[in-house]
């Protein structure tokens, strides 16, 4: 599943709803863990996208993949290279911060996630386990 959402809070929480529909049209319930793991990843990639990757006009893009195994992986694109990623630790920001732990999640999510260049901007990536689903085999 492949799409292209506006760079706008309202895309980022349509990406996560998105991703969770197809989650349950794949085989993995909405109410299921890995349903909702799969949710968290999307919505921290997403708002990533949309807070730090955005550049007017330019859309993101989620792209779900079923890999081999039940693997699925989540790839989120900005148009925006300029910036790298960063982890913030709680020494960073001091305990009281709002934001900045996304990455942290999709680290403890994740089994693996990354970062791939692109011509313009980058992708971030996560792949993640969704056990227990009737999914469609390769």
């Known amino acids: 599943m492949t799409l292209r959402l506006s760079s706008t809070p309202r895309g980022a929480r349509l990406a996560r709803r998105l991703a969770a529909q197809q989650l349950?049209?794949?085989?993995w319930p909405y109410d299921s863990d890995a349903n909702r793991t799969a949710q968290q990843v999307v919505?921290?990639?997403?708002?990533?996208?949309?807070?730090?990757?955005?550049?007017?006009g330019r859309d993101f893009e989620l792209r779900l993949l079923l890999l081999a195994e039940d693997t699925l992986r989540i790839e989120v694109s900005d148009t925006r290279g300029d910036r790298g990623?960063?982890?913030?630790?709680?020494?960073?920001?001091?305990?009281?911060?709002?934001?900045?732990r996304g990455?942290?999640?999709?680290?403890?999510?994740a089994t693996t996630w990354?970062?791939?260049?692109?011509?313009?901007?980058?992708?971030?990536?996560?792949?993640?386990r969704l056990p227990g689903g009737?999914?469609?085999r390769s």
Request: a negative charge; charged letters at 20%.
């Open 24 to 27: 349950t049209a794949w085989g």
């Open 43 to 56: 919505a921290e990639l997403a708002a990533n996208a949309v807070t730090h990757g955005r550049v007017p």
């Open 85 to 100: 990623l960063r982890i913030v630790r709680d020494t960073d920001t001091g305990t009281e911060a709002e934001g900045g």
């Open 103 to 109: 990455l942290i999640v999709v680290t403890v999510l």
């Open 114 to 128: 990354g970062v791939t260049e692109r011509e313009v901007g980058k992708t971030v990536w996560a792949e993640l």
């Open 134 to 136: 009737s999914g469609p």
